[in-house]
C-alpha cells in the first residue's frame, strides 16, 4: 500500500497491528487501562490493511474498535473512581454513547459493501460478533472472552482465503489466550459474588 509517496508491504501492515494485539491482549487479561493503549496502536496498520484490500468493513471495524478504544480507557477511569467513592456518573449516558456511533459506523460499511460476493457474508458476521465482543470487554464481563473465541475462529477462514497469513495465524493465539483470559476473569466475578 502507498502511503504518502512510501510504499508498505501489507505483510508488515499484518506483522505490526499483530505484534500490538499480542501485546494488549496481556494487559487485558489483567484489565489493566494499557490495553486499551496497545489495542488502540494496533488499528492504523489494520485499517490500512484492509482498506487496500477492499475490506470495507473490516476497515471500518478499526474506526469502531478506536472509538470503543478511547469510550473503554475513559470508562475504566471513571469506574476505578466510582470506585474509590470520588465521583458518580451518567452511567446510561456513557454505556450507550459509543454504541449508537460504532452502530452508524457499521451501517455505512454494510452500505457500502458489495455481498454479491459470498465472503463478505463472512466479514459480516465477525464484524458482528467483534462488536458484541468489544462491547462486553468495555464492560469486563467475562462473556465476552467465548464470543472472542468465535470472532477467532470465524475470521481465521476470513484470513485463510485473503491470504492475510499473519492474522491467519494470529487467530489461534489469540483464542488461546481468550480461553486464559475467560478463566481468569470469572474467577474474578466469583471473587466479586464472594466478597458482595
Keep these: 500500500m502507498?502511503?504518502?509517496?512510501?510504499?508498505i508491504p501489507p505483510l508488515l501492515l499484518d506483522?505490526?497491528?499483530?505484534?500490538?494485539?499480542?501485546v494488549s491482549l496481556y494487559f487485558l487479561w489483567s484489565k489493566s487501562s494499557v490495553y486499551w493503549h496497545w489495542s488502540n496502536l494496533s488499528l492504523l496498520p489494520y485499517f490500512l490493511l484492509f482498506l487496500s484490500g477492499g475490506q470495507w468493513m473490516l476497515a471500518g471495524l478499526q474506526v469502531t474498535y478506536l472509538l470503543f478504544g478511547i469510550h473503554g480507557l475513559y470508562l475504566w477511569h471513571l469506574e476505578g473512581r466510582r470506585s474509590r467513592g470520588e465521583v458518580r456518573f451518567n452511567e446510561p449516558l456513557w454505556y450507550g454513547v459509543t454504541w449508537v456511533a460504532s452502530v452508524a459506523i457499521f451501517a455505512y460499511t454494510v452500505a457500502v459493501t458489495d455481498f454479491s460476493a459470498a465472503w463478505n457474508g463472512v466479514q459480516f458476521v465477525a464484524v458482528?460478533?467483534?462488536?458484541?465482543?468489544?462491547?462486553g470487554t468495555t464492560r469486563r464481563w467475562a462473556w465476552s472472552w467465548p464470543v472472542w473465541i468465535v470472532v477467532n475462529a470465524v475470521q481465521a477462514v476470513y484470513f485463510w482465503h485473503a491470504a492475510y497469513w499473519v492474522l491467519f495465524a494470529l487467530q489461534f493465539v489469540l483464542a488461546g489466550m481468550s480461553v486464559h483470559g475467560w478463566r481468569a476473569w470469572r474467577r474474578d466475578e466469583r471473587r466479586a459474588v464472594t466478597f458482595a
Excluded at 502507498?2 to 510504499?7: D, K, Q, R
Excluded at 506483522?15 to 499480542?22: D, T, W, Y
Design 128 to 135: 458482528t460478533l467483534s462488536l458484541v465482543a468489544n462491547f
Design 15 to 22: 506483522l505490526s497491528g499483530g505484534v500490538c494485539v499480542l
Design 2 to 7: 502507498n502511503v504518502f509517496g512510501l510504499e
